[in-house]
C-alpha cells in the first residue's frame, strides 16, 4: 500500500514537472520562431497623459538618489509627471536624501508613513491615496529607469482593455560576482523569453511591481493592495485578470535594477517571494481557474503560472518519496522500463528546461561566452529549490495560524561602490 | 539587415534585442525530425558494440586495482555488460548509529551558523540523505540493495541515459538554428560524455562503496549520479549554443525584426 501510494505521488510529481517542462519548451520555441505580440509604441507622441510615479522606499539610502536622479532626467513631459517617494518607516538616512529633493525639485513629493504596518502593499494604498493622475507606474529604490522608458511603457494604456503594464528588468551589476552573474542569465530568461511568450500567446503576463503600471481607478475598483500582502504584484496580476482586464508585457521597455549580491540576500529575497506567492496561490487559484473572463489556455496558465512557487516543494517531496523507495528497494525501475525511461528521460531533459530557456535569451540578447556559465544555473538548483521551500513553509504557517507576514528587506548595494 | 550609407558604403543596422527574432529554415525542420531515429539507432549501436567490452574493461582494471575483485554479467535491453562489484566493509547497528549522530551534529551545527550559499545547502542534502539511510538502517537492520543488485540498478539507469541522449539532443537542437555541424558534434559529445561518465561513474561508485559501505548508497545514486548528468548534459550544449551565439552574431540574415 505504501509502496504504490509513493509510487503514485512519484508519478504525478513526474506529470507535473513533465507539464512544466513542455510549457517551457513551447514558450522559448515561441519567443525564437513565431511572431511576436508588440504592445503600441508612440501613441501618446503629442499630447501625453498625466501621470504619477510612486517609489516605496524603506532603507534605501544607498540607491535613493540615482533612482530619483534617473526619473528626474526623464523625457516626459515635466508638467504630466509627478514623482512620489514614499518614506516607508527609513532608519536609514533615506529621509534626509528625500527631503533634500522634495526642496530642489517640485515635482518630487514625500509621504512618510509612521505606522504599526510595514512593507510595499501598505506603503502603496497610502500613497495612492494623495494620487490625482489615472495612470500610475511603480518603481522599486534599486531601479534607474531610462529617459525614455516612462514614454514607452505608458503606450500601453492608449487600449481602454488594458489595466496593468510591465516592462524588462535588466541587472545592472551583472559583472559584481557568480551570483550577479546567474541572476542576470534567469532575468533574461524570465522576461525575454517567459513574459515574451505569455503575452504572445495571450495567457497571463505578469505584473511584477516596478517597471509597470496600472490604472488607479482600477485598483480602487479592486480594492486596492492586501496590506500586508507580500507580493502585491502577483495579488494585483491575479485581481485584475479576474476582473476581466489585460496586462500587458512590453519587452522594449527595459529598466536596469540591482541584483543581491551575497547569497544570503538572495536566500531571503526567493523566501519573501515565495511566501507571497504561494500565499496568493491560496486566495485566488480557484477564484481564477473558475473564472468566466478568462478563456481555457487563460485558466490553465493561470494555475500554472500561480503554482510556480509550490513546484520546488513539490519536487522536493517527489525526491523524498523516490528516497524512501530506494531505501525499501522499492524503486519504480523494477517495474517497467517504459516508466524508467520517462523517469529518466525527465532527470536529462526536465531539470534541463530552465537552461534552455535562459540560453535561448542569451542567445537573443546577444551573449557569446558568458553562456559557458549555463552549467552553474544547476549549481542553483538545490538553492533555489531550499529558498522557495522555506516560503512555501512560512505560507502554510500563516495560512493555518492567520498571521501575517513579515517584510524582509533586501540588502542594497548602491551604485556608488 | 544592411541597407546603403551615405558614401555607398554598407552600413549594417542590427536590431536591438527586443525587436529581433530568429528566421527558422527547412534545413533545420529536416534536422530535427532525421536526427531523432537515426540518433536513438547509433547511440543503440554503439551501446551495442561498445558497452559489452568497455565495461569488461574497466571491470577488468578495477580488479586488478582495486579490492573490487567480483563481477556479475548482465543483459539489459539486449546490450551486454560486465560490472564490477565492490566488497563492501560490513556496517553495524552501532556504525549506523554513529553516522547518524554524526550527521545529526553536523546539521545542527549548519542549522546554527545559518549559512546558505549553494554549497552550504548542498552539503547539508547530503547529510540528510546520510543520516536518513542510516536511520533506516539502524531499524531494519540491513539495506535495501546489496552491492550486485545496486551495480546492476546503476549499470541499467547509465543505458537508459545513453538511449535519451539522442532525444535530448534532438529537443534542444530544435530550438535554436545550430548547423549540421553543431548538431553532430552537440551528438557526439552527449553521446561520448555520456558513455565515458557512465563508466567513470560505475568505476568511481564501486571504488567508494568499497571503502565508505552501504550507507552511501543512496547519496551515490539519487545525489551525485544526477549531478553528473545534468553537470555533462548543460555542459555539451552551453559549448554548442555559445559556437551557435559566435556564429549568428556575425550573421545578418539569420536576424528578423519583429
Not at chain 1, 240 to 269: H, M
Not at chain 1, 398 to 409: E, N, V
Not at chain 2, 95 to 124: E, H, Q, T
Amino acid at each position: 500500500m505504501v509502496v504504490a501510494l509513493l509510487n503514485l505521488w512519484l508519478v504525478l510529481v513526474v506529470a507535473l514537472m513533465s507539464i512544466y517542462t513542455l510549457r517551457h519548451w513551447i514558450f522559448t520555441f515561441s519567443r525564437v520562431y513565431w511572431k511576436q505580440r508588440m504592445s503600441f509604441s508612440d501613441a501618446y507622441e503629442e499630447n501625453p497623459p498625466s501621470i504619477t510615479v510612486l517609489v516605496p522606499m524603506h532603507n534605501e539610502g544607498a540607491v535613493a538618489a540615482a533612482c530619483l536622479d534617473a526619473l528626474l532626467s526623464s523625457e516626459y513631459p515635466a508638467e504630466r509627471l509627478t514623482i512620489v517617494a514614499v518614506n516607508d518607516q527609513s532608519t536609514d538616512d533615506t529621509a534626509e536624501i528625500l527631503e533634500q529633493y522634495a526642496e530642489r525639485h517640485p515635482r518630487v513629493q514625500v509621504v512618510s508613513i509612521d505606522g504599526p504596518i510595514r512593507g510595499k502593499a501598505n506603503a502603496l494604498n497610502i500613497a495612492l491615496e494623495q494620487v490625482d493622475s489615472d495612470i500610475v507606474l511603480v518603481f522599486d529604490a534599486d531601479y534607474t529607469p531610462g529617459r525614455g522608458l516612462i514614454r514607452t511603457l505608458i503606450n500601453a494604456f492608449v487600449d481602454p482593455e488594458v489595466g496593468a503594464v510591465m516592462g524588462r528588468v535588466v541587472p545592472r551589476n551583472t559583472s559584481r560576482n557568480m551570483l550577479t552573474r546567474l541572476l542576470s542569465m534567469e532575468r533574461s530568461g524570465g522576461y525575454q523569453v517567459d513574459q515574451q511568450a505569455r503575452y504572445n500567446f495571450n495567457l497571463l503576463p505578469q505584473y511584477g511591481g516596478t517597471v509597470g503600471g496600472f490604472r488607479r481607478r482600477l485598483l480602487v475598483q479592486l480594492g486596492g493592495f492586501d496590506r500586508h500582502a507580500l507580493a502585491e504584484d502577483t495579488e494585483l496580476t491575479a485581481k485584475i485578470f479576474q476582473a476581466g482586464w489585460k496586462i500587458v508585457y512590453d519587452n522594449r521597455a527595459e529598466c536596469y535594477e540591482e541584483v543581491p549580491e551575497t547569497w544570503e540576500s538572495r536566500f531571503k529575497q526567493l523566501r519573501r517571494w515565495s511566501r507571497g506567492h504561494n500565499r496568493v496561490l491560496w486566495s485566488y487559484l480557484w477564484a481564477l481557474v473558475n473564472a468566466p473572463v478568462l478563456t481555457v489556455p487563460q485558466r490553465i496558465d493561470s494555475a500554472l503560472l500561480l503554482l510556480c512557487y509550490a513546484v520546488p516543494p513539490i519536487l522536493i517531496s517527489g525526491w523524498l518519496a523516490a528516497l524512501t523507495l530506494f531505501l525499501m528497494g522499492r524503486l519504480p525501475y523494477a517495474g517497467g522500463i517504459l516508466l524508467a525511461f520517462c523517469v529518466v528521460l525527465y532527470n536529462a531533459f526536465g531539470n534541463f528546461a530552465p537552461v534552455y530557456q535562459v540560453a535561448t535569451a542569451e542567445v537573443l540578447d546577444g551573449a557569446t561566452t558568458r553562456l559557458l556559465l549555463l552549467p552553474y544555473l544547476f549549481y542553483m538548483f538545490p538553492f533555489n529549490s531550499w529558498s522557495i521551500t522555506t516560503g512555501f513553509i512560512d505560507a502554510v504557517g500563516d495560512i493555518l495560524k492567520s498571521r501575517r507576514g513579515r517584510w524582509d528587506k533586501t540588502a542594497r548595494v548602491g551604485l556608488a561602490r | 539587415m544592411a541597407t546603403p550609407g551615405a558614401a555607398g558604403a554598407r552600413v549594417t543596422i542590427r536590431p536591438h534585442r527586443s525587436y529581433r527574432t530568429l528566421r527558422v529554415s527547412r534545413v533545420n525542420w529536416l534536422a530535427t525530425i532525421i536526427t531523432l531515429p537515426v540518433g536513438m539507432m547509433l547511440a543503440y549501436v554503439v551501446l551495442f558494440l561498445v558497452w559489452p567490452r568497455a565495461s569488461a574493461w574497466v571491470t577488468s582494471l578495477l580488479n586488478g586495482s582495486t579490492p573490487v575483485n567480483t563481477s556479475i554479467a548482465d543483459n539489459f535491453l539486449w546490450i551486454g555488460s560486465t560490472i564490477p562489484v565492490p566488497t563492501m566493509p560490513p556496517t553495524g547497528i552501532r556504525g549506523a548509529l554513529n553516522v547518524a549522530a554524526a550527521c545529526a551534529a553536523l546539521l545542527i551545527v549548519g542549522g546554527v551558523l545559518r549559512k546558505r550559499s549553494p554549497l552550504v545547502l548542498w552539503i547539508m542534502g547530503n547529510l540528510i540523505v546520510l543520516l536518513l539511510a542510516a536511520l533506516w538502517y539502524f531499524f531494519e537492520g540491513s539495506a535495501a540493495y546489496d552491492a550486485p543488485t545496486f551495480m546492476l540498478l546503476l549499470e541499467r539507469t547509465s543505458v537508459l541515459m545513453i538511449l535519451c541522449a539522442p532525444i535530448f539532443s534532438v529537443i534542444v537542437a530544435a530550438l535554436l538554428p545550430f548547423n549540421v555541424v553543431e548538431r553532430s558534434v552537440m551528438f557526439v559529445m552527449l553521446i561520448g560524455l555520456n558513455f565515458g561518465m557512465s563508466l567513470l561513474r560505475i568505476a568511481a561508485f564501486a571504488i567508494f562503496l568499497d571503502h565508505f559501505g552501504v550507507l552511501s548508497e543512496a547519496n551515490l545514486y539519487l545525489f551525485f549520479g544526477p549531478l553528473i548528468d545534468v553537470v555533462y548534459f548543460i555542459l555539451a550544449y552551453s559549448l554548442c549554443v555559445v559556437s551557435l551565439s559566435r556564429r549568428i552574431s556575425r550573421s545578418e540574415e539569420v536576424w528578423e525584426w519583429l
